[in-house]
């Protein structure tokens, strides 16, 4: 008891928030985490914006230019250019939360913080870590955190199928792939959680949505 109550209170105050934030390496303040992550979401569509063009505007790849054309006869460019803003919007909306996580030290997996009214100098409430109950938790959260990703990443993802069906299929598998490892990394414990990869595959779908909705819009191929 004594051991798993040591392990439950290393490295958080009294007050049982942690001492240092998860973003102390990342993003230490007074780093901007929008431009951080702005960064990163950027350079992970160079592989996506790189293969569409490369397919529409240098191979040539006819099934590609039909389908884009397609696209610009029912005047859906700007559509999928919109999906583009809800990638950045989401961005701005969890840098958001990211200064404030950095701020206060909640890491993850806690995603609030509780405190029982009615006392005096009550500690904290966060997740339990430890043991078979911190497994649940950060597998819980793993759940959590592909259905709250799911909706923008499926909306990107059957646009683009329409261009690029197989290589959609390909990075999406692999995609889900991934995320089956990450979870069973993130029950383990939180730095083992999905990495680079899922994002560069989220990432490169992004890109493809990206350049489709160019062409389309401004009908370059045309």
Known sequence: MAANQEKLTDGRGADGIPLESSYAKMAPAPNS??????????????????????????VKEPTVLAKI????????????????VLV???LFINANLGYYRRATR???P?????????????????????GDIGKFNRAQRAV??????????????????????????SVFTLFSIEKVFGAYGYT????????????????TMNGLCLVIGILATFKTTV
Request: glycine content about 8%.
């Open 33 to 58: 985490i929008l431009a951080v992550y702005s960064t990163y979401v950027t350079c992970f569509m160079i592989p996506g914006i790189v293969g569409g063009l490369v397919a529409a505007l240098y």
């Open 69 to 84: 054309g397609k696209i610009v006869e029912n005047d859906l460019g700007p559509l999928y250019l919109s999906f583009i």
């Open 88 to 90: 950045y919007c989401g």
């Open 106 to 108: 909640i890491n993850l």
């Open 110 to 130: 806690d995603q609030q913080c509780y405190r029982v009214y009615g006392q005096k100098e009550t500690p904290y409430v966060l997740m339990e870590t430890a």
């Open 144 to 169: 959590a955190s592909l259905a709250e990703q799911l909706p923008v990443i499926l909306v990107v993802v059957v646009s683009v199928a329409f261009v690029f069906p197989w290589t959609c299929a």
């Open 188 to 203: 383990e414990e939180t730095e083992k959680r999905s990495g680079m990869l899922s994002y560069v595959l989220v990432g």
